[in-house]
């Protein structure tokens, strides 16, 4: 069985510090994608990234960054000089390895707060 | 236009009545989803349906049956609310993808419908 743990329940820090937000993950499957997304207050969940488990890659967009490590079987977000608009829940999620099932299981999430 | 689109985005309604949350997305997708989000924000996934059939069903009452008439539409219907059923349902879909044997998609989710019973 899967299984996707965000041990950070909330996390709060200041405008222009860094954060990084943690995801440890369980899967027997060889092959399997991982995936984070927000849901800022306003309650939308919104899709940040997609990866898969041959490509041990990091990933930088603008002021986001990804560690995956397959060796810890983590899947770590960073937010470098965060802003008060990443303050929102963010999720970490897997994928199985199933055709036709895309099912996706979610980590219970951590809710960042950035203050002014 | 949105993308992924549900109806009604809030319901209020009484114990034991019967409500119906409606779903449909625009984007192409062959793959739709009902996801339930409780009050500590944890997102467990309820249905899949793949080209309108039932591919995923997860351990959820048979008071929640959902219905695809077409792979643009999927609906949510709910027969005897009770209290635990409150919650934010979210509609999604992803087109999936075959990789190396792996089927996978990013998730495209609706903006949430808001249950309250009462």
């Known amino acids: 069985a899967q299984k996707v743990t965000q041990a950070q329940t909330e996390i709060s820090v200041v405008e222009k510090e860094d954060v990084t937000l943690d995801c440890v993950y369980e899967?027997?499957?060889?092959?399997?994608?991982l995936f984070w997304y927000k849901q800022p207050p306003s309650g939308e969940l919104v899709f940040l990234i997609r990866r898969n488990s041959f490509d041990e890659q990091n990933e930088i967009s603008g002021r986001y960054s990804w560690n995956f490590q397959k060796s810890t079987s983590s899947f770590n977000f960073t937010i470098t000089a965060s802003q008060v608009v990443d303050s929102a829940v963010y999720f970490c999620?897997?994928?199985?390895?199933?055709?036709?099932?895309?099912?996706?299981?979610f980590g219970d999430g951590t809710t960042l707060t950035v203050k002014p | 236009d949105t993308a992924v689109s549900q109806t009604p985005k809030y319901l209020v309604t009484q114990m034991g009545n019967d409500k119906s949350i409606k779903c449909e997305q625009n984007l192409g997708h062959d793959t739709m989803y009902w996801y339930k989000q409780d009050s500590k924000k944890f997102l467990k996934i309820m249905f899949s349906?793949?080209?309108?059939?039932?591919?995923i069903n997860e351990t959820v009452p048979n008071r929640f049956s959902p219905k695809s008439p077409d792979k643009a539409h999927l609906n949510l219907h709910i027969n005897s609310l009770e209290l635990g059923d409150s919650a934010v349902y979210f509609c999604a879909s992803s087109h999936i993808r075959i990789v190396a044997g792996v089927s996978s998609g990013e998730l495209f989710f609706g903006e949430g419908s808001r249950l309250t019973v009462l």
């Open positions: 999620a897997l994928s199985e390895a199933q055709v036709n099932a895309g099912k996706s299981t």
């Open positions: 899967t027997r499957d060889t092959t399997y994608y």
């Open positions: 349906y793949n080209n309108k059939e039932l591919i």
